[in-house]
């Protein structure tokens, strides 16, 4: 019910939740169960100590590295996980159909992502809850309802293309689809039902590296880079309906509804506490810079390649395929290996926060640690995403594509409500306290939002027309 305590902590590393009740008026902070969140009076929407704010601040301590390096994880995980199959699949379209033309709009995306994931993360510290919590403390259980709805429809479609994903990309290397995606189907499960959070972000974390086989394919085709610089600072806009249908689908892979979900309940689920924010902004802009190189390898890769020859890719698959002929099969099995652990770690990341998420908002048990007794729904919707994912991948003739395409849509209609519900909670001094946006981030974000509401407008009027 509104202002509970959320009940999903850690099995290792960190004291639980305590499920002490709040009102959002007073400030949706509790005392821990560590003591480590004691009752402000003089500052009751943030619950910190005097010294915490401090701390906070920058001003108690200086940054230590060791905590840098512990705080790292989930701005990481949530950027890098957008650079999924669709993300691969849109940015290769994007340099093979238009070189380095789009290489300028990186940069802008990573700030704008940036703004997104910091909102979410300094929300998660402050507050100890998530998205889904606050959105249904502060707008009532119906809105929440109803975005929760379309998250778990949205998510389910995306989780199915990135089965997709993991099926194409093993295909290269000779694996057929009957094989790997029930492997794969076990794999994601058993990883999301192992009972640790942090052994589950470790492994993720691990599986990431693999998105270096883009770097490493973005020297070995020995691009212009002078070419790519000045691509990538001055802006070139093409008024073709595909240019700005491909602009629209890289904005909408590089900010997912989804990620600011992961974002703000990785933060919870490491117990972060305001005066971690600091460390959780490094990680946090780490993970959006990491994710944008990752992406503007991928344009440069596939730019300096596929554009020259003529070849229009379809997926990332065929990006993958079209690679080997024109510089060597070496160039082909990078770009397929990052496919599918891109795919992967996705499809990791997908079930647990639509889970956890829908858990949040109606006040169910959730969270890895949790048994099938404990929180039967948490581990339920996770199987059941997982299952009805591979099994559609497995159907013959199915169209994913049009699968994909209705998420897309999802996306585009939830993702600036979902924008609209985290400025108006992160402005609201009443829940963050002093830890409110300032002006100037909530000019950002409400940039963005009419950004993206824009763009998606400008998407379906060309669908409509058949563009």
Known sequence: MAGEK?????????????????????????????????????????????????????????????????????????????????????????????????????????????????????????????????????????????????????????????????????????????????????????????????????????????????????????????????????????????????????VGTAIAPWMLFLAQSNVVEKNAHAEDLPYQRIDTVTGAVAASAISWFIILTTGTVLHPAGIVVSGAEAAAAALAPLVGDYAEALFGAGLVGASFLAACVLPGITSSAICEAFGWERGADRSWSEAPAYRGIITAVICISAVVVLLPNVNLFGIMMVAQVINGVLLPVLLVFMVLIASDRHVMGRYVNSRLWNALTWFMICAVVVLTVVMFVMQAMGM
């Not at 920058?58 to 993300?87: E, I, S, T, Y």
Request: proline share 3%.
């Open 6 to 250: 959320d009940t999903a902590g850690l099995a290792t590393g960190g004291a639980e939740r305590d499920g002490a009740a709040t009102t959002a008026a007073a400030g949706p902070d509790a005392v821990r169960a560590d003591g480590g969140r004691e009752a402000d009076a003089g500052n009751a929407g943030s619950g910190r100590s005097a010294n915490a704010k401090d701390a906070a601040s920058g001003r108690g301590h200086r940054l230590k590295l060791r905590l840098v390096f512990a705080a790292m994880g989930p701005g990481l995980l949530a950027a890098l996980a957008g650079a999924d199959a669709g993300g691969v699949a849109t940015y290769s379209n994007a340099g093979a159909n238009f070189g380095f033309g789009q290489l300028w709009a990186v940069p802008v995306m990573c700030f704008l992502l940036i703004v997104a994931q910091e909102t979410a993360a300094r929300m998660g510290c402050v507050t100890g809850k998530g998205l889904a919590s606050l959105i249904r403390e502060q707008f009532g259980v119906r809105r929440s309802a109803l975005a929760m709805l379309a998250l778990l429809v949205s998510n389910t479609t995306v989780t199915l293309s990135e089965f997709a994903g993991i099926a194409s990309g093993l295909a290269l290397f000779g694996v057929p689809t009957y094989v790997s995606v029930p492997i794969a189907a076990v794999a994601i499960w058993s990883l999301t039902m192992s009972g640790s959070y942090r052994r589950i972000e470790k492994i993720l974390l691990a599986v990431a590296c693999v998105f270096l086989t883009y770097v490493v394919a973005g020297f070995m085709v020995g691009p212009d880079w002078g070419a790519a610089l000045r691509s990538t600072l001055v802006p070139h806009i093409e008024g073709t309906p595909q240019y700005l249908s491909l602009l629209v689908a890289s």
